[in-house]
């Protein structure tokens, strides 16, 4: 009877402390020892099971995780060596003449900053800095700039190489080359529909989003063109340089990111911005966030472990596989589920406790091989909307940290809302049609 009880209450308990605000890494280990005594105290298993130290070191050895602190330099170099603000300041320049022109070059930007860096901070932070005084300035309205830089830098969590991609490949144990090449197209589709959003806007409320004045885009056409390929070009070709050789089987993930790091620095090095400083601040930002992931993954390890001890993995499986409707209840209660806790924790948080959770259930449905990579896909596109949905959204912070103060929290909450409306409706086209990812595995 026991065995039947400590695995609900070890979720419960897990779940009650994490909505008091407790650190997601350190609740979930605590509550694994806790409950690892207890089921050894009750002799449920012995000590031995546990074996927590070997299951840190598989951890710390993971090749496939090897590829998150390179894709995390590599993004935050193009942001510390002001790439990523050359980026914006030519872009904007070609496409600010026009209504929405310079909302239409963040999305752009923020698209082909998702494919060279998949690094959602870095982005919020340059558009907000960069992009968001200007389109204040020349009356955009506050709610379409601020909505647009935030939805604009979430990109990198479903276009390639995204870091919320290897972390699902890892936990749902399928390739993450594959995952990439799932996620490319509709990770390209979520940014055309940002696109159309924003020209519907320009063409059915002008005054929302009017074009800079004429002397904001002085450039001649034959020097804005030099400065578009000068700009463009290098970029384009790391990406290209990353993902082509990750899709076509030559390198893996792991191996295109570290190439993809020191490409990140040769740009810098031939725009003459490679310092000490930017590569300090660069390798500071990858080991803080490298360092939160592993905890998490560590204090999630030894959670699973003890869960399973206890039998709560039966307990989960059988809930999720007995929902009305098979298959189908499933990925509405998983959807449900991560949606609901994007409002208050961030994604790397759901990714350790959910997927673990949620994958025995889809292989006993029979989700596997390609099936289940389009399911990967389809949890990374609702994680995305964790990152807009307040109030713990992390865009919206990224980008209240760098915004003007006549900017309310309210005004990002409100400009947000319309770009989550999307992601949502992106979110339905790949579950109504799978063939958006498996056609391209």
């Not at 026991?2 to 209450?9: F, K, N, R, V």
């Not at 419960?12 to 997601?24: S, W």
Request: proline fraction near 5%; include cysteine; charged fraction near 10%.
């Amino acid at each position: 009877m026991t065995h039947d009880i400590l695995g609900p209450a070890m979720f419960g308990t897990v779940t009650l402390l994490i909505f008091l605000g407790f650190p997601v890494a350190f609740t979930l280990g605590g509550v694994a020892l806790i409950y690892g005594a207890i089921g050894v105290a009750l002799g449920h298993f012995d000590w031995a099971f546990l074996n927590l130290s070997g299951r840190v070191f598989g951890v710390m050895s993971n090749q496939v995780l090897l590829g998150v602190p390179f894709f995390v330099f590599m993004g935050t170099s193009v942001e510390r060596t002001r790439l990523a603000e050359d980026l914006l300041h030519t872009i904007g320049q070609l496409f600010g003449r026009r209504r929405g022109g310079l909302a239409f070059a963040v999305v752009f930007v923020g698209a082909l900053l998702a494919a060279a860096t998949g690094v959602v901070g870095a982005s919020v932070v340059a558009m907000g800095m960069i992009s968001l005084p200007v389109m204040l300035r020349y009356g955009y309205a506050p709610t379409l700039a601020t909505g647009t830089i935030c939805a604009a830098g979430t990109l990198g969590q479903i276009i390639p190489p995204s870091i919320v991609l290897i972390v699902l490949g890892d936990q749902l144990e399928v390739s993450v080359g594959d995952l990439f090449r799932g996620a490319f197209v509709p990770g390209l589709g979520l940014a055309a529909m940002y696109a159309l959003y924003v020209v519907l806007v320009a063409r059915f409320s002008p005054g929302a989003a009017p074009a800079l004045p004429a002397e904001e885009c002085a450039a001649s056409g034959r020097e804005l063109f030099g400065r578009v390929l000068r700009v463009l070009v290098p970029p384009l070709a790391l990406i290209l340089i990353v993902l082509g050789s990750i899709f076509a089987g030559i390198a893996t993930p792991t191996s295109a990111g570290a190439v993809g790091s020191v490409g990140a620095m040769g740009l810098a090095a031939a725009s003459r911005r490679l310092t000490f400083a930017a590569v300090r601040e660069a390798a500071r930002s990858t080991a803080k966030l490298t360092t939160m992931v592993m905890f998490l993954l560590i204090g999630s390890s030894a959670f699973i472990l003890v869960f399973r001890g206890l039998d709560g993995e039966v307990w989960i499986r059988d809930v999720l596989t007995n929902l009305p409707g098979g298959v189908i209840g499933l990925i509405v209660v998983a959807n449900l589920a991560v949606f609901v806790l994007g409002f208050f924790i961030d994604f790397f948080e759901i990714a350790f406790i959910a997927l673990p959770l949620l994958r025995p259930a889809a292989e006993a449905l029979g989700i596997e091989g390609e099936t289940m990579v389009w399911f990967g896909v389809m949890l990374a596109m609702n994680l995305q909307t964790s990152f807009l949905t307040p109030p713990f959204g992390f865009a919206l912070f990224y980008l209240r940290g760098v915004a003007p103060k006549e900017v309310s929290t309210g005004t990002i909450y409100r400009g947000v809302l319309p770009f989550v409306g999307i992601q949502l409706f992106a979110l339905v086209l790949v579950i109504v049609f799978p063939e958006l990812v498996t056609a391209f595995v």
